[in-house]
């Protein structure tokens, strides 16, 4: 093995791969980390082994911890992963117009061309143009709960929290209200 954290994701998972080890006979060899060579999970080696354990889920957690921390500093910036997306109101709209006089997305992708962004000149995947349409569908019918998501999504960028209380439900999911308040 390279190194003791690259074993398991916990102290529990390691402490139960040392007594899988010592239940078979078999010994493990550290190739690096604090201490480099063959280790015996019986006897005085035990206690090495759940120390070694212990800090590899600590500096598990450590990098854990970071990462989410640098993507707060980053949603609180205003930048988020992934691409960008590469359909655009207008582009949605020609789409809508077209499907409305009967032509398939097949046969509109071809024609729309990326105005922005990396692949901008190229035009957007099938995929894509379905995946507009589908979150068009959501707001059309939605509307009260997308608006409410991107309220809430504003106040996070500014770094407020919402308050549950004021995120309203739609009339078909009101009595889900009910269940969240006397639920545990």
Known sequence: ?????????????????????????????????????????????????????????????????????????????????????????????TVLRRRAGGESVEQIQPDLIISAGKRKGQNPSVASVYRALAEYAKRKAYPEAVDAAHAGFAALQVGEAPDPASLSLTERHSDYRELLVTSP
Do not use: Q
């Open 1 to 93: 093995m390279y190194e003791m954290k690259r074993l398991g994701r916990d102290a529990a998972e390691l402490t139960a791969l040392a007594d899988h080890l010592t239940a078979h006979g078999l010994v493990l060899e550290m190739l690096a980390g604090p201490l480099p060579g063959i280790y015996d999970p019986t006897g005085p080696g035990d206690l090495l082994f759940a120390f070694l354990a212990a800090m590899a889920e600590t500096e598990r957690e450590n990098i854990r911890e970071s990462t989410l921390e640098g993507l707060d500093t980053a949603a609180r910036k205003g930048k988020y992963g992934g691409r960008p997306p590469v359909t655009t109101d207008d582009m949605l709209h």
